[in-house]
């Protein structure tokens, strides 16, 4: 069984660019959620998506946003990128949103902004 | 708001020698789960703790849940040099919640280097 894969894996951009990333979950997994991972910071959640529809969002500015399919893939976007928004950005997946169902992490796309 | 504390946040170990890694929360959870991450890598899974007293082992490693403590520990039993990564845990909300909570709280982690 496929694990969950993100693409790209690895990105530079400069300040002021946009940024999409993807997120393929498991197959059969319906839910998916995004973390931010950066050195000061640790692992912040960022939103999560179950059936299409945005569940919880974290505590982050409207620049980041994200969306998802009728497959279960789902992206994220970065508007106006700044250089804080370097980090590894982490994409999970489950059976559900609730209920005993852990997540399973991808491997990340690593974003860089110069 | 939810918080996680781990302790210790770095810890460097003998092989051979046991210790125990610190989770606490501060809000009522019976949902905790435990990942290991290497240098540059994703997050890999270690366990699943659903209730209070739930005790799961795997290899060198045990971890436990004391929901009423609000606790919950990873032991490594004979450290060996490939036991060496970050590991965090993190605390589950969301069906706590009616979808409202924000999705995993993690610690902040412990950098564990086991030494030959």
């Known amino acids: 069984k496929a694990g969950v894969t993100q693409t790209p894996r690895y990105l530079i951009k400069t300040r002021g660019q946009q940024v999409t990333l993807s997120c393929s979950p498991i197959?059969?997994?319906?839910?998916v959620s995004w973390y931010q991972q950066t050195p000061g910071q640790g692992l912040q959640f960022l939103f999560e998506y179950f059936s299409e529809t945005q569940r919880n969002k974290g505590n982050f500015p409207g620049r980041f946003s994200g969306r998802q399919f009728s497959n279960s893939r789902s992206e994220m976007n970065v508007s106006t990128l700044e250089l804080g928004d370097s980090a590894l950005y982490l994409c999970?997946?489950?059976?559900?949103?609730?209920?005993?169902?852990?997540?399973?992490f991808g491997p990340g796309t690593r974003l860089t902004v110069t | 708001e939810l918080k996680v504390e781990q302790n210790p946040l770095f810890l460097s170990m003998q092989e051979g020698k046991n210790y125990t890694i610190y989770c606490n929360y501060s809000t009522t959870s019976d949902r905790l789960y435990w990942y290991r991450q290497d240098p540059g890598k994703s997050l890999e899974s270690l366990f699943v703790l659903l209730s209070n007293g739930a005790v799961k082992q795997e290899g060198r490693l045990m971890a436990s849940l004391d929901t009423k403590a609000r606790l919950s520990t990873l032991h490594i039993t004979a450290a060996v040099h490939d036991l060496s990564a970050t590991y965090f845990c993190?605390?589950?909300?969301?069906?706590?919640?009616?979808?409202?909570?924000?999705?995993?709280?993690f610690g902040k982690g412990t950098h564990l280097i086991i030494q030959p």
């Open positions: 197959s059969g997994h319906r839910s």
């Open positions: 993190a605390v589950d909300m969301r069906a706590y919640s009616g979808g409202g909570a924000d999705g995993l709280t």
């Open positions: 999970a997946s489950s059976l559900a949103w609730t209920g005993t169902y852990e997540q399973y």
